[in-house]
């Protein structure tokens, strides 16, 4: 999802604060990223992690911890160094990783961008540079329907709509 240039860098300037050793893998135990070409773990041990149940865990003075977005796993990022320190800066780094994953889906996501420009909380400019990126033709005609449910429960409502216009004709819901 994120660049790895991106989660380096992320882990470059924490290091540069802390002086903690970061690391960052895919769930399957591929380094993405990190602070020191020196400290690898093995990919076996990472991917028992990633596929346990704990979201943090211990393990020869290093701090394993899932980078997750919206309960899924993403990542696996590891500390080395003093226990409580090390703790403490990779939930800081686990935190600022989650939160650049859900800036970089808020960028690229279609309903955002709708509700944003709806809402009138965009520039003319970023109008049309996010509608290039979205692939969204500009000029196009639309219509909005507000919906108002009764209920608390709209996700009937909701999933009516999305049965009576489709994404591939280019109608969003």
């Known amino acids: 999802m994120l660049s790895n240039q991106i989660i380096q860098k992320s882990l470059?300037?924490?290091?540069?604060?802390?002086?903690?050793?970061?690391?960052?893998?895919?769930?399957?135990?591929?380094?993405?990223?990190?602070?020191?070409?020196?400290?690898?773990?093995?990919?076996?041990?990472?991917r028992i992690f990633a596929q346990s149940a704990a979201d943090t865990q211990e393990l020869d003075s290093k701090w394993f911890m899932k980078v997750q977005d919206e309960g899924r796993d993403f990542?696996?990022?590891i500390a080395y160094g003093d226990q409580q320190h090390a703790y403490q800066i990779a939930k800081i780094e686990v935190n600022q990783l989650e939160a650049?994953?859900?800036?970089?889906?808020?960028?690229y996501d279609r309903n955002n961008f709708f509700q944003n420009l709806i809402l009138d909380n965009l520039l003319l400019v970023d109008i049309y540079n996010r509608a290039k990126k979205l692939h969204l033709e500009v000029e196009a005609?639309?219509?909005?329907?507000l919906v108002e449910t009764k209920s608390e429960s709209?996700?009937?409502?909701?999933?009516?709509?999305?049965s009576l216009f489709s994404q591939q004709s280019g109608d969003f819901v």
Do not use: N
Request: avoid cysteine; hydrophobic fraction near 40%; charge should be negative.
């Open 75 to 77: 990542y696996v990022l």
């Open 141 to 145: 005609k639309r219509i909005v329907y």
């Open 12 to 46: 470059d300037e924490l290091k540069a604060i802390t002086k903690i050793e970061l690391e960052v893998y895919d769930l399957e135990g591929t380094k993405i990223a990190g602070t020191s070409s020196e400290t690898v773990v093995e990919p076996q041990i990472v």
């Open 100 to 107: 650049l994953m859900l800036a970089y889906k808020e960028k």
């Open 154 to 162: 709209e996700s009937i409502a909701k999933e009516m709509l999305r």
